[in-house]
């Protein structure tokens, strides 16, 4: 009887200490985490509300550490830590090691990103790219200053038009041609899905876009911009700025807080966010395959 209580303690540490699959039994559990971080957390919590924990309908897994989600870990087209101390970030990374690579990046708080790189560098391709300095900014209600009028919904029968600046955004923030590999088809895709959820913006001049922005991820609490961009002709005259003023008023008007990430060094968009409103509440990085 000892040895046997002792073999099951030990099994039970064990499994305790390494990183599980979640499902929809887990989801009230997960949603109360999620809650307390709803900023950094908005890309996971967008999924979950809409498709639950079972991995097929979420498009990826969640996975903890500790019976009370002490560590919390989205791993899908990205691999998203979410909380967990330096032992639940070496689970994760023996999971994802496990598992093999099959994100094209980590992103989250730097402060769990980074960390869990150091785990997995030597054991994944080396990344093309570490961004460890991107503030974390959010605005709560209007903005700071006037939105542009001109900037609205992309229609669907405008992704031809809009397609070509989304492209050039993603070329020129990531560093590669979205349109790889498939001839772009999967990214047409996933433009198409924004505009057609009314969450792809434009202000468009003669045909042509001169300003865009869309938001990537909207929750119950929080909606994130992203892709902003300016066409270079246009650059240094404040499209950017009130472009951007416009989807935090959408966002404002929808009830929900504004929230975006940003490169440390590109102070040119950290000021223009600064002035429509936004303050830093921390850091993410990125980690780019």
Request: proline share 5%; net charge positive; aromatic share 8%.
């Amino acid at each position: 009887m000892g040895n046997g209580t002792a073999v099951w303690h030990r099994w039970g540490v064990l499994r305790l200490a390494g990183a599980r699959l979640l499902d929809d039994r887990d989801r009230a559990g997960v949603r109360a985490v999620l809650d307390d971080d709803p900023v950094a957390a908005c890309m996971v919590s967008a999924r979950v509300e809409v498709a639950g924990l079972d991995p097929w309908r979420l498009g990826g897994e969640l996975w903890a550490v500790g019976p009370r989600f002490d560590g919390l870990c989205f791993s899908g087209a990205n691999l998203v830590p979410l909380r967990g101390d330096r032992s639940a970030l070496r689970s994760f990374a023996d999971r994802a090691r496990r598992h093999g690579r099959t994100c094209s990046s980590l992103v989250g708080r730097a402060e769990l990103v980074l960390p869990l790189w150091d785990d997995l560098a030597s054991h994944w391709a080396p990344a093309r790219e570490v961004r460890a300095d991107q503030p974390l900014m959010v605005l709560a209600g209007a903005p700071a200053v006037e939105p542009d009028p001109y900037v609205r919904p992309v229609h669907p029968a405008e992704l031809d038009n809009y397609l070509p600046a989304a492209v050039a955004m993603f070329t020129e923030e990531v560093g590669i041609d979205p349109r790889l590999g498939d001839g772009g088809t999967g990214y047409r895709a996933r433009v198409a899905e924004l505009v057609s959820a009314g969450r792809a913006f434009a202000r468009f001049e003669n045909g042509e876009v001169v300003f865009k922005a869309e938001i990537g991820a909207l929750s119950g609490k929080v909606g994130q911009i992203q892709g902003v961009w300016v066409h270079p002709d246009r650059r240094g005259h404040g499209l950017g700025t009130a472009g951007t003023a416009a989807v935090a008023a959408r966002l404002a008007a929808m009830g929900r807080v504004s929230s975006l990430y940003v490169n440390g060094f590109n102070h040119v968009a950290r000021a223009a966010y600064t002035r429509i409103g936004f303050t830093q509440i921390g850091s993410f990085a990125t980690v780019l395959f």
